[in-house]
């Protein structure tokens, strides 16, 4: 728990509970605050008062009436993040002065909690954040703009058909030439930009299953950063047998895909070269030269793009017929967060008999989410 620390009692120098409620359409309003967050704030005055805070009114989780520099205020909560200060009269000089010491009180409890933060990570008492879904559909953006333009490829009239006319002369011909050119290596741009980024973001979609496979998987005596300090490869293998039958066939194209177009896009992998006097610049290794970053827009051809998505539609097929993973990737399609702590994700875990009964407690958290999140509860 957060403790008053002398700095946050200096701070609060001055500044008081009112012993009477101020209405809120009575006051002028002087603040509208977002950083730091209004649960920042909420913390600094539990912790300066000792007391939990009134709920305010509709869409504020808190409110309460302060006195300060002889005049009274009210302080309010709105959707949990953003906080206002109300004061009786327009005058912006004193509304300023409170706003500061709320927000170096604000400040110094959040630097508690960067503290405390690094201690709960270190015993694993920590959770994360459902990242899967805006993940997914990022991917399925970009997966959906590749296949549409693969489409327009495929049915792209071969150079020289179309409009050709038996009247045409030469700068005709040349100018529809160019002009089909042109457009096909318009295509080509979009096909290869729209994969790239929907094979990095896939990727990332597997990291966020593999973190929910922890949370409800044999840990193995690993933390949580003992865990992700693995190669992601090494993460999945934790959980799935790789070592034959379509697992095998599929985890070797992953890596593949990995190392050839992920990693060189995420981490801008170099292509070695070596001067050689009176000759100029040559690979390190002439195999090089067949690494899709050789090859002009990435993707060695466009029909590249259909075996990238094929690897990718057959790891989700497994990872929804596992024994584990078909749990976790229903955990991560949930949004909800990740537990990582031992106590949280146990208490989960006990509702893993069959998927059907692990997706109705999902769908039960989900819905108490919202109802939260919309502040109905």
Request: one cysteine or more; proline letters at 5%; glycine letters at 6%.
């Amino acid at each position: 728990m957060i403790r008053p620390t002398q700095k946050l009692k200096k701070v609060f120098y001055g500044i008081t509970i009112s012993q009477e409620w101020q209405n809120e359409q009575e006051l002028h309003h002087h603040h509208h605050l977002t950083r730091p967050p209004s649960y920042l704030v909420q913390l600094a005055l539990m912790e300066q008062f000792g007391k939990e805070l009134p709920r305010g009114e509709e869409k504020s989780e808190w409110a309460i009436s302060l006195d300060f520099g002889g005049i009274s205020w009210l302080v309010s909560d709105w959707k949990r993040y953003a906080w206002d200060i109300y004061g009786p009269e327009p005058e912006s000089a004193p509304a300023e002065k409170l706003q500061k010491k709320l927000e170096s009180a604000a400040v110094i409890v959040g630097n508690q909690v960067k503290k405390m933060a690094r201690d709960h990570r270190d015993r694993d008492e920590i959770s994360l954040k459902g990242e899967y879904p805006r993940l997914k559909a990022l991917y399925e953006f970009f997966r959906g703009e590749a296949e549409e333009t693969l489409d327009r490829l495929e049915h792209q009239p071969p150079v020289g058909k179309g409009s050709a006319s038996a009247g045409d002369g030469l700068k005709e011909s040349m100018t529809r030439l160019n002009s089909w050119f042109a457009d096909r290596a318009a295509l080509d741009r979009r096909l290869h930009a729209n994969t790239l980024a929907a094979i990095t973001i896939f990727f990332s979609t597997i990291e966020a299953v593999l973190d929910a496979a922890f949370a409800l998987g044999d840990r193995q005596g690993r933390t949580f950063d003992e865990y992700r300090n693995l190669k992601w490869a090494d993460r999945l293998k934790q959980w799935l047998d790789v070592s034959r039958g379509e697992s095998a066939e599929v985890y070797q194209t992953l890596t593949e895909l990995w190392r050839e177009y992920r990693n060189t896009i995420a981490h801008s992998s170099p292509a070695f070269s070596l001067p050689v006097p009176g000759f100029g610049l040559i690979p390190f290794d002439y195999e090089d030269l067949d690494l899709p970053r050789a090859v002009p827009w990435a993707l060695r051809e466009p029909e590249e793009a259909r075996r990238v998505f094929a690897a990718f539609d057959a790891i989700m097929r497994i990872f929804q017929s596992h024994d584990l993973l078909k749990f976790a990737l229903k955990y991560a399609e949930s949004g909800l967060p990740i537990y990582i702590e031992t106590k949280l994700s146990e208490d989960l875990k006990k509702h893993m008999t069959l998927l059907e009964a692990f997706e109705e407690e999902l769908m039960h958290r989900c819905e108490l989410q919202d109802r939260f999140n919309n502040m109905d509860i």
